[in-house]
């Protein structure tokens, strides 16, 4: 089976359930939008094994073309909205694309590709036109995941990869029903927000709503109005939406009584209270439209006051822990049991996990091999030999541990990959190629760090004597216009001082992060 083949295996049993829910579209009628984009498409020389890149925010037309594109054997390279010309154009050319369907905000001059208005009103499909025959092994989107300049990594995934994660998704079955509504706020071309939106949409026949924007007003709005069951979000969202009905409660002096009742719930329950316990959820839940059940966080880890604050709430609060590798979510916790801190369960169907290396605290290196663990990094064997070993297990550079319930826990990272508050990810590597073109510039170390409780990137730069603050400054803020501003470093220190190095000249991140902690890089641009 194929992606396009999974959502006939939909509309056959789902025909006439909404699959976008704002738009009021049906399964059946989803069906002939994508045949008719297929034909559109088609019409502009698309034929199978084109790379097609999909630039856009969450809008109807995102899922259709998507869809199209498999109609027709292509490619569907996703492209991230926050990214810069060049970085398109370089992420293009690596992946030889042939055309980038994007919303018109995104055009621009380039000889790279060719641009297609994605808003474009499609005609009628093609009566000649059949969907091509793809095998499940073939290639089905193209993500880059160590960003995208210099040498990147680029992550094929097949129609196999995708149709077993949505299989896998089967885990979540006692929380997720047909005709439930799907929150789709997070970006379709993150591969979480692709997971939950678009391939467990598939595989329980739920609605997505989708919504372009993060504006909290909108979404707000949405929850009033649409009601939605399943809310997947990144942790930091969970976490301001927690704090804002926290401090609504202080304002209006009822927060101690709502806490101490959340707290104890359970026992207040066992004594016939149970009332008190609900009548202080309602109005909290009211905030959600009232019928939310499910919460799903991932993209990092969710502190444990934050969960434990929701499943008091009376939500099933989910975390799953997974990587574009491994198409998003491969482990996915039990709601049953107790996992605190930073637990984010078990490998799901038809995959599994060893942890390796481990420490006198039982803390290793996590590898995993199964179903949707993708074949290797486009082109780059060098580094598929680096991360896979003889027996297809795959190295994800995560350290975690695991209880006696069989749940993993995150420890914290052996690659050095930034996860920034939002869930988005930052490489290093990727940085410190764009900084050490800088005159002036002999090191550069850039790495996760902490600046008034919040995580930044932060550089530290070993620079020519005769180098000033402000000259630096202004130099790192030209080099950060090349990259997405989620990435871009505000928070940096100069030294004079070589970096310290290991043995093969490579910079010892840790140490240097030490130092900074230490005090021993003064000049500071904070």
């Given at each position: 089976m194929n992606m396009y083949q999974l959502l006939e295996k939909a509309v056959v049993t789902w025909p006439d359930y909404l699959i976008l829910v704002r738009e009021e579209v049906t399964f059946s009628a989803f069906l002939d939008l994508v045949k008719a984009r297929a034909a559109s498409l088609h019409a502009a020389g698309i034929e199978r094994g084109d790379v097609v890149g999909v630039l856009s925010h969450n809008i109807p037309q995102f899922p259709i073309t998507m869809f199209a594109i498999w109609y027709l054997g292509g490619r569907v390279l996703l492209l991230d909205t926050n990214l810069t010309p060049f970085e398109y154009d370089n992420m293009a050319e690596i992946t030889k694309c042939k055309m980038v369907c994007a919303e018109k905000s995104f055009f621009y001059k380039t000889d790279k590709f060719t641009f297609y208005d994605i808003t474009k009103k499609d005609g009628k499909p093609n009566p000649d036109l059949t969907a091509a025959p793809v095998e499940s092994t073939e290639i089905a989107t193209l993500s880059f995941t160590s960003g995208s300049t210099g040498t990147p990594k680029v992550v094929p995934l097949t129609h196999f990869n995708l149709i077993e994660c949505a299989n896998s998704l089967q885990d979540m079955h006692e929380w997720i029903?047909?005709?439930?509504?799907?929150?789709?706020?997070?970006?379709?071309?993150?591969?979480?927000?692709?997971?939950?939106?678009?391939?467990?949409?598939?595989?329980?026949?739920?609605?997505?709503?989708?919504?372009?924007?993060?504006?909290?007003?909108?979404?707000?709005?949405?929850?009033?109005?649409?009601?939605?069951?399943?809310?997947?979000?990144?942790?930091?969202?969970?976490?301001?939406?927690?704090?804002?009905?926290?401090?609504?409660?202080?304002?209006?002096?009822?927060?101690?009584?709502?806490?101490?009742?959340?707290?104890?719930?359970?026992?207040?329950?066992?004594?016939?209270?149970?009332?008190?316990?609900?009548?202080?959820?309602?109005?909290?839940?009211?905030?959600?439209?009232?019928?939310?059940?499910?919460?799903?966080?991932?993209?990092?880890?969710?502190?444990?006051?934050?969960?434990?604050?929701?499943?008091?709430?009376?939500?099933?609060?989910?975390?799953?822990?997974?990587?574009?590798?491994?198409?998003?979510?491969?482990?996915?916790?039990?709601?049953?049991?107790?996992?605190?801190?930073?637990?984010?369960?078990?490998?799901?169907?038809?995959?599994?996990?060893?942890?390796r290396d481990k420490n006198e605290d039982g803390v290793g290196v996590l590898w995993l091999r199964g179903h949707q663990v993708f074949g290797g990094y486009l082109n780059n064997p060098t580094v598929n030999e680096q991360v896979f070993d003889e027996r297809g297990f795959f190295n994800t550079g995560d350290m975690v541990s695991m209880d006696k319930n069989g749940e993993l826990h995150f420890a914290?990272?052996?690659?050095?990959?930034?996860?920034?508050?939002?869930?988005?990810?930052?490489?290093?590597?990727?940085?410190?190629?764009?900084?050490?073109?800088?005159?002036?510039?002999?090191?550069?170390?850039?790495?996760?760090?902490k600046v008034k409780d919040k995580t930044v990137t932060y550089g530290v730069f070993s620079v020519d004597k005769d180098m000033t603050l402000d000259t630096l400054s202004a130099a790192i803020a030209q080099a950060n216009k090349k990259v997405a501003s989620y990435k871009w470093v505000t928070h940096f220190a100069m030294t004079t001082d070589e970096l310290p190095m290991t043995s093969t000249q490579k910079v010892k991140h840790h140490v240097v992060r030490q130092n900074l902690i230490d005090g021993k890089y003064p000049i500071r641009h904070e």
């Open positions: 029903n047909a005709g439930d509504i799907m929150y789709g706020f997070l970006p379709m071309y993150h591969i979480f927000g692709f997971a939950v939106e678009i391939l467990a949409t598939l595989h329980y026949g739920s609605g997505m709503l989708l919504q372009p924007t993060v504006n909290p007003k909108e979404i707000m709005a949405d929850f009033k109005k649409y009601k939605p069951q399943i809310i997947p979000a990144v942790p930091r969202l969970f976490e301001v939406i927690r704090n804002r009905i926290i401090d609504t409660l202080k304002e209006k002096h009822m927060w101690w009584l709502a806490s101490f009742v959340l707290k104890y719930g359970k026992w207040l329950e066992k004594l016939g209270l149970g009332f008190l316990v609900r009548k202080v959820q309602k109005p909290v839940l009211e905030i959600f439209g009232g019928r939310a059940r499910l919460l799903i966080a991932g993209g990092a880890a969710t502190k444990p006051e934050v969960e434990k604050f929701y499943e008091r709430l009376g939500l099933t609060f989910i975390q799953g822990y997974g990587l574009t590798e491994t198409v998003g979510p491969i482990c996915i916790s039990k709601p049953t049991k107790k996992r605190f801190p930073f637990a984010f369960g078990a490998p799901t169907s038809n995959n599994e996990c060893e942890i914290g990272r052996k690659k050095q990959v930034i996860v920034l508050d939002s869930g988005k990810n930052v490489y290093p590597d990727e940085l410190e190629g764009l900084f050490m073109k800088i005159p002036g510039v002999k090191n550069v170390a850039v790495f996760e760090h």
